[in-house]
């Protein structure tokens, strides 16, 4: 897991002194961005505190101090909510295995509601497929079994899928963006949540296995993952764009309803063929 310290050097490393206005008369320097120094002074703290923090041996940060460090280190809306979440995390996370996760029964009568008109997954924290309605199986998952969500012990990874399986690769024309983003929002997921076992096991299944991914995780982009298009290539219906939005969940926040809709007529008839088979196959 990501410690406080290794984000803000990764984020300091990306900040010239150029960009924030600050003149270095020439001189040569021996870091890519910003020294700490530098950074402590913009930033209204000492540079032995803020080296104490980056080192990881400062017990607290105050929300202050860490506001101050995400302006001058130029974070957005999510890298700032990642740099709260790390300083939150206790010097020595211990990992814990959490209880196996359930959809909660609103969250399934928003599914069935949903009827097979419209495809919906219902996402766990670590993007296990919890549940879907027919024609969200049929979308992203027809070549695994309808029931593969009923057993935890079965249950489809969506980050696994993405990297290890070559059929939902081959899916997914904007596999690259679309990576990407998983990537980022699983370090974001991963700083909400610093001592689930699973988690940790899941970022050093990925490392392990895909050269792809720990390319992506090295980057060490963070973003949430909320709205944009999956540009299709299905077996079934050929080609098509759709746009996920996802639905979070007051009953169970870690959960989220991700539910697809046609981006452009042509997608809007191919959708509906999906539909109709799925109506005739179930």
């Known amino acids: 897991m990501e410690s406080l310290g290794a984000f803000l050097k990764s984020r300091r490393d990306r900040v010239t002194p150029a960009a924030i206005g600050l003149r270095t008369f020439g001189t040569a320097r021996r870091v890519p961005g910003l020294r700490r120094e530098e950074l402590a002074q913009l930033a209204g703290v000492s540079a032995g505190y803020y080296t104490r923090l980056e080192q990881g041996q400062a017990e607290t940060a105050s929300e202050q101090v860490l506001d101050a460090?995400?302006?001058?280190?130029r974070l957005d809306r999510i890298e700032t909510v990642h740099l709260h979440n790390l300083a939150r995390q206790p010097a020595r996370s211990?990992?814990?295995?959490?209880?196996?996760?359930?959809?909660?029964?609103?969250?399934?009568?928003?599914?069935e509601s949903l009827k097979d008109t419209t495809p919906a997954v219902v996402l766990g924290r670590r993007g296990d497929v919890l549940a879907w309605n027919r024609t969200g199986h049929a979308l992203m998952g027809e070549h695994l079994p309808f029931e593969a969500p009923w057993d935890p012990a079965d249950r489809p990874s969506v980050p696994r899928m993405f990297f290890l399986d070559p059929l939902f690769r081959d899916l997914h024309r904007n596999w690259d963006e679309l990576a990407r983003i998983h990537?980022?929002?699983?370090?974001?997921?991963?700083?909400?949540?610093?001592?689930?076992?699973?988690?940790?096991?899941?970022?050093?299944?990925?490392?392990?296995?895909?050269?792809?991914?720990?390319?992506?995780?090295?980057?060490?982009?963070?973003?949430?993952?909320?709205?944009?298009?999956?540009r299709l290539r299905h077996p079934t219906?050929?080609?098509?764009?759709?746009?996920?939005?996802?639905?979070?969940?007051?009953?169970s926040p870690d959960h989220r309803v991700e539910i697809y809709t046609p981006a452009d007529p042509s997608s809007a008839d191919a959708l509906r063929i999906l539909t109709h088979q799925t109506g005739r196959t179930s």
């Open 69 to 73: 460090l995400a302006r001058v280190l």
């Open 237 to 251: 219906v050929g080609a098509l764009d759709v746009d996920y939005q996802v639905w979070l969940q007051p009953d």
């Open 183 to 230: 990537v980022a929002y699983l370090r974001l997921t991963a700083g909400r949540f610093p001592s689930d076992a699973r988690l940790a096991e899941l970022i050093g299944e990925l490392t392990m296995h895909s050269a792809e991914f720990a390319a992506l995780w090295a980057v060490g982009e963070v973003a949430d993952c909320t709205v944009g298009t999956m």
């Open 94 to 111: 211990r990992l814990s295995r959490p209880p196996v996760e359930e959809p909660h029964p609103r969250v399934l009568a928003l599914l």
